[in-house]
């Protein structure tokens, strides 16, 4: 009965990390150059690209493609597949009924 106690539990141990070297102002120079770069048009920002890439994957699914063009989002399709659930359990239920209460 000895296996284990609740009195005297070891806690576990804690990350701790602690980094070699660090350099808050060449890290604010290299932030600072990079704002820089994207303000003069040098860099391209991620910014840039949203436009490009919002959407893309719905058009290259055809049946999120068909399901975003009815209108439907993430919570219909949901509460379509729990009401597809329960019909499936309630035939299940009058079949059992049906056939092993005769």
Do not use: C
């Not at 890290?27 to 150059?33: D, F, N, S, T, Y």
């Not at 919002?54 to 949901?78: A, P, Q, V």
């Amino acid at each position: 009965m000895a296996l284990f106690s609740f009195y005297g539990m070891r806690k576990p141990r804690q990350f701790e990390h602690k980094p070699i070297y660090w350099d808050p102002r060449k890290e604010k120079l290299e932030e600072r150059e990079r704002r820089i770069r994207r303000e003069l048009g040098m860099e391209e920002s991620l910014e840039d690209y949203k436009p490009q890439i919002k959407g893309k994957f719905i058009e290259g699914t055809s049946h999120l493609k068909r399901s975003y063009n009815r209108g439907e989002d993430i919570r219909s399709r949901r509460y379509k597949n729990v009401k597809l659930v329960l019909w499936l359990v309630t035939l299940a239920f009058i079949f059992w009924i049906l056939f092993f209460f005769r």
